[in-house]
Nanobody, 124 residues
Framework: EVQLVESGGGLVQAGGSLRLSCAAS????????IGWFRQAPGKEREGVSC????????YYADSVKGRFTISRDNAKYTVYLHMNSLKPEDTALYYC?????????????????WGQGTQVTVSS
């Protein structure tokens, strides 16, 4: 059974940090790019960050560039999103997704797999 399970969300004050984890199982993790997305109530889904399967190249939305860092541990089948200098506008449901390339993920075709999400709330 394919699973993407997010964790690490919570309530944090503005300026604080969180680390989200996306644990994968049931598919060949090394072959897939993994992306993080977020959606706040009443807003469109936003592709926040993505990391490729091949060379580890990364993508960041302008809204998080310089504050968020994505990384992957292929041995643990896990992708992390380190979020620093959090702002109230970062409040959203964050979920991860998998597809062969970041371009495909960010286009939301939809992707091959995605998780249920973890809530991040940033208070001012």
């Amino acid at each position: 059974e394919v699973q993407l399970v997010e964790s690490g969300g919570g309530l944090v004050q503005a300026g604080g940090s969180l680390r989200l984890s996306c644990a994968a199982s049931g598919f060949t993790f090394d072959d897939y790019a993994i992306g993080w997305f977020r959606q706040a109530p009443g807003k469109e889904r936003e592709g926040v960050s993505c990391i490729s399967s091949s060379d580890g190249s990364t993508y960041y939305a302008d809204s998080v560039k310089g504050r968020f860092t994505i990384s992957r541990d292929n041995a643990k089948y896990t992708v992390y999103l380190h979020m620093n200098s959090l702002k109230p506008e970062d409040t959203a449901l964050y979920y991860c997704a998998a597809d062969y390339r970041c371009q495909l993920l960010l286009a939301w075709g939809p992707p091959h797999y995605w998780g249920q999400g973890t809530q991040v709330t940033v208070s001012s």
